[in-house]
């Protein structure tokens, strides 16, 4: 679908009715959306606003728990042996009228199989025996909870509309794709099934459905290149419970375009960053509320195979030059109490902190608080030397360091500036480089950057270890691929082989990919954990230094009975949930009855 | 005349050729990919690492793989045959059909601000040439000459913040409400209107200034020239001396300019189109060069190449119309011969009567 095109036939557009009395729940919304959309769910295309209102999940992950969900479209599930049993609610119509039942999940399970989704590294096979059942069988090594947060999670598409994509040979050519490229990646790719499977999903991706035929809480209406419009489905099996007649998605495709819309009154819900002086301004207007709530780490990733920053004592000498509450106050002035500063650059945000390690281990930690004495101690005794303010590298070199941040980031541009201040006053020239987002990655993996931004997001602690140290991983790392466009870089370039506490000498790339699929939350988590903070602690091969503040901006004026909001404005669960899952959060405050239209 | 026809259509042909070329592999050689662009977008929504990495996977899929040379000849053997490909962050929509329902929109807005900013500006301009010694004047022309000078982009964010923020008489962005249907209906023919207001106003506030001082230049230089002076000796009448002698004549550069900005306004306004969400082929264009979707960006370079490329190619068919001379460089020597021998050369675009 495209931005509104002229050449858009009447049918292509849903019908739009009357303008309803009541207001629509009128959102706000960061980053937006593009030019050009697909009502493909398949499709990178896909506006992410529609997921989980439209489309719903199996079920929603409620952190910081891995292992609490709450039953979407799958009313329970248990592991009976290597099985995952998943029981779909009964009764449950898609918006054209037809049965929700096992097809459409064992049909996208499938499908989206073709493109690399649905966590098929976590299992070896699923089946549909009854209409209402799905069953999953772990691969061998993967624990069931790992399978069950890979498949839950997952928004399930009609059968009736994507069923016709699924070829006859494709579940067998799934299984012998995935068991293939548990040994050999590669080799996987270049086999019949792979191929087949390249094939399906080719079509399957240049598919552009005319409308869209959900099972959620809303119905799409329209959209353009300014708005989403959707409206409440009174088929969602917890309509009842839904207060909004409507959405209307506002398409903020940057900050400064939404700040006015909220000191204007002109929207109800703002998920942007919000600067100090926003947050002032807002204060000021007593139907304004901001909550804050915890949300993904921000890590600078050290080149660690360019020279000096090869030398441990110099990664450490830069985290002790790092002001990170100072960097946090100028991203988000005084929010509470330092919500989000890292207490130690260990690579955990501080629950995960809480909830993984012992107090006794915590203390063990170097908090690495702000110490040039240190600084200048540790590069001194690595051959560097002062000449003048600046310091100079053993080789004779000035010392210099180039930071590249993403530019449409705003609140790490903000942090960020506060660090090359201090870096530069420490003696250390630095540069920093605010560049558009195609070009993080390639510049990291390429080894372009002396230190690169990059965020971790996950409830598993090891896969947010293996989020930068592994390589690919199950979700991906920066730490020497070996596949797709950066095969052969270095990226990270940490190890591959490193002394880690209590693992000895392993290769880390691929110890943490492993670790990551297949260890369990439970006492041997725990363990591996503590190795790897103490790992990153002492190492330093990169500095988590912000834990991101989502701050959610609510106006009472049109929408009241939001959900409670702690002391400080410091977020409860529901808006946690809001903060680590986007929609899913939302869909939950919804089932909860929370944001109701003024009588 | 029918060989310089042919020379411009080979140099037209070549000229199409030589850009189509460079722009594959420039855009090639920017730095950063598709997939690092969408991760990057989808990281900063704030989207968890398995989100994120299921919309990456589907981009990655159809990322194209073989080697550029490989890609060039595949692309060349597939424009010439009509085909623009498929879009790579939207796999769904073909180049064709994206470009198809962006250009209405950026002829709307583009078009009609060029014909209000010219109108307005060439009307401004011809006062401003008439009355040039009156401190009006003079006062009009510092105004005309700071609102040219202005950034389109800074005049839409002025009018955003005001008219749509502020004080909500338009709406802040796109071509028409989420609330009508699309198709020939006064609703909608409505909304469009209401949302073309604030782009065209910023373009036209900001660039018919230039039409108005390239139009008073012109006329200032042709009120001095001798045919002027001659025809006002002879007591023609101030009507005809203004549309005749000096309107025609003044108006002729600004007519090529406008000409070659019809080729120009087939590539949209990226600033105005882009702060406004409004879905022409700047705003297309903008959006591809940030996400590195290498085939909507040459599908767009390809249409403001051929547009522009074309006006020039018209234009100069045109001009031997006008001015014989152009086609032939020879008889433009027998002119220049005859004037000597004494012959009546006709101003071009003038009259001698």
Not at chain 1, 106 to 113: R, S, V
Not at chain 1, 525 to 532: A, P, S
Not at chain 2, 167 to 178: D, E, K, L, Q
Request: hydrophobic letters at 45%; charged letters at 10%; one cysteine or more.
């Amino acid at each position: 679908m495209l931005g509104g095109g002229l050449l858009t036939s009447p049918a292509e557009a849903a019908p739009v009715s009357a303008f309803n009395a009541a207001p629509y729940l009128n959102m706000g919304e960061c980053c937006g959306w593009g030019s050009t959309w697909s009502y493909n769910p398949f499709s990178s295309a896909w506006p992410g606003q529609l997921n989980d209102l439209v489309y719903l999940p199996l079920a929603v992950q409620v952190p910081p728990s891995m292992t609490g969900f709450v039953p979407q479209l799958a009313s329970s599930w248990q592991a009976q042996g290597n099985n995952l049993v998943v029981h779909l609610r009964s009764g449950l119509k898609w918006q054209d009228g037809s049965a929700f039942t096992s097809k459409d999940v064992l049909d996208t399970a499938l499908l989206q199989g073709t493109e690399g989704n649905f966590n098929w590294s976590d299992f070896t096979n699923v089946t549909a025996p009854t209409p209402d059942e799905v069953v999953f069988t772990a691969r061998p090594g993967v624990p069931m909870a790992t399978l069950e947060q890979g498949v839950l999670i997952h928004r399930i598409f009609p059968a009736s509309v994507y069923g016709s994509f699924v070829t006859p040979n494709l579940d067998q050519e799934e299984v012998a794709y995935y068991n293939e490229a548990a040994k050999n990646q590669s080799a996987a790719s270049n086999s019949a099934a792979g191929k087949a499977l390249s094939a399906v999903f080719s079509k399957l991706s240049e598919y552009s459905p005319k409308k869209l035929v959900g099972n959620g809480p809303f119905q799409l209406v329209n959209m353009t290149t300014g708005e989403i419009k959707l409206t409440k489905w009174d088929g969602f099996f917890d309509a009842s419970k839904v207060q909004q007649p409507g959405i209307i998605f506002r398409n903020g495709s940057s900050n400064n375009l939404i700040y006015p819309w909220l000191i204007g009154n002109t929207t109800d819900f703002s998920n942007a960053y919000l600067p100090p002086t926003i947050i002032s301004s807002l204060k000021n207007k007593s139907n304004w509320h901001v909550a804050i709530a915890n949300s993904f780490e921000f890590n600078l990733l050290f080149n660690n195979k360019r020279y000096p920053f090869n030398l441990t004592k110099v990664r450490q000498a830069i985290a002790y030059v790092f002001p990170r509450a100072t960097m946090v106050t100028a991203t988000y002035g005084t929010v509470g109490p330092g919500a989000a500063v890292e207490p130690h650059p260990d690579g955990l945000s501080p629950w995960m902190e809480g909830s993984y390690l012992t107090p006794a281990e915590i203390k063990q930690l170097n908090p690495y608080n702000l110490d040039p004495a240190k600084a200048t101690a540790l590069l001194k005794s690595a051959g560097f030397h002062l000449s003048g303010s600046n310091w100079i590298m053993p080789n004779g070199k000035p010392f210099t360091l180039s930071i590249y941040i993403q530019s449409s980031a705003t609140d790490v541009v903000q942090s960020m500036e506060v660090a090359v201040n201090a870096l530069d006053s420490f003696g250390i020239q630095t540069t920093l480089l605010a560049i558009p987002g195609s070009e993080i990655v390639p510049d990291l993996e390429t080894g372009t950057a002396d230190m690169s931004w990059v965020t971790t997001v996950n409830l598993d602690p090891l896969l947010e270890f293996a989020d930068v140290l592994g390589r690919e991983g199950p979700n991906g790392g920066y730490n020497f691929p070996v596949l797709g466009t950066y095969a052969g870089d270095k990226g990270l370039g940490f190890g591959p082989v490193a002394n880690v506490p209590g693992l000895g000498k392993v290769n880390v790339p691929n110890t943490i990919d492993t670790q990551a699929a297949t260890v369990a939350p439970g006492k041997r988590m725990d363990q591996l954990v503590w190795d790897w903070a103490r790992l990153v602690n002492q190492q330093v091969p990169y500095i988590q230094w912000e834990n991101k503040l989502h701050q959610y901006a609510f106006s009472t004026t049109r929408y009241t009975d939001w959900p409670p909001l702690g002391k400080n404005g410091q977020a409860t669960a529901l808006w946690n949930d809001l903060s680590y899952n986007g929609n899913p959060g939302l869909l939950l405050m919804m089932e909860h009855g929370y944001i109701r239209p003024r009588a | 005349m029918s060989r310089y026809i042919a020379r411009r259509v080979v140099a037209s042909l070549a000229i199409i050729y030589i850009v189509i070329s460079l722009s594959f592999f420039i855009v090639r050689l920017m730095p950063g990919n598709a997939v690092s662009a969408l991760e990057s977008q989808l990281s900063v929504q704030g989207m968890t690492t398995q989100q994120i990495d299921a919309q990456v996977n589907a981009i990655y899929a159809v990322t194209p793989k073989a080697p550029l040379w490989r890609q060039y000849f595949t692309y060349i053997g597939h424009v010439l045959e009509g085909k623009l490909g498929r879009s790579i962050i939207n796999q769904s929509e073909t180049v064709l059909h994206i470009i198809a329902n962006a250009l209405p929109w950026t002829i709307f807005i583009v078009g009609t601000s060029l014909i209000i900013s010219f109108v307005i500006g060439i009307a401004i301009g011809s006062a401003l040439a008439a009355l040039q010694h009156t401190r009006a004047a003079k006062a009009v022309s510092f105004v005309v000459s700071v609102l040219s000078s202005i950034p389109n982009y800074l005049v839409a964010i002025v009018l955003l913040y005001l008219l749509a923020d502020i004080h909500p008489i338009f709406p802040t962005g796109a071509a028409y409400s989420v609330n009508v249907t699309v198709g020939f209906n006064i609703a909608f023919i409505g909304s469009v209107i209401v949302h073309g207001v604030l782009p065209i106003a910023a373009y036209v506030i900001t660039s018919f200034g230039v039409w108005a001082l390239g139009m008073k230049g012109s006329a200032v230089s042709v009120l001095g020239s001798e045919y002027v002076r001659a025809a006002e000796s002879r007591g023609l009448s101030r009507r005809r001396l203004t549309q005749t002698y000096v309107g025609r004549n003044s108006m002729l550069p600004q007519v090529t300019t406008l000409a070659l900005s019809v080729g120009f306004m087939f590539g949209g306004s990226i600033f105005i189109e882009t702060y406004f969400s409004y879905p022409g082929i700047g705003y297309q264009l903008d959006q591809a060069i940030n996400s590195r979707d290498y085939s909507v960006m040459m599908g767009c370079f390809i249409l403001i190449t051929v547009a522009v490329v074309v006006s020039n190619f018209l234009v100069d068919l045109l001009y031997p119309l006008v001015d014989p001379r152009i086609a032939s460089p020879g008889g433009a020597r027998s002119v220049a011969d005859r004037r000597a021998e004494g012959t009546k050369a006709m101003p071009v675009g003038g009259s001698t009567a």
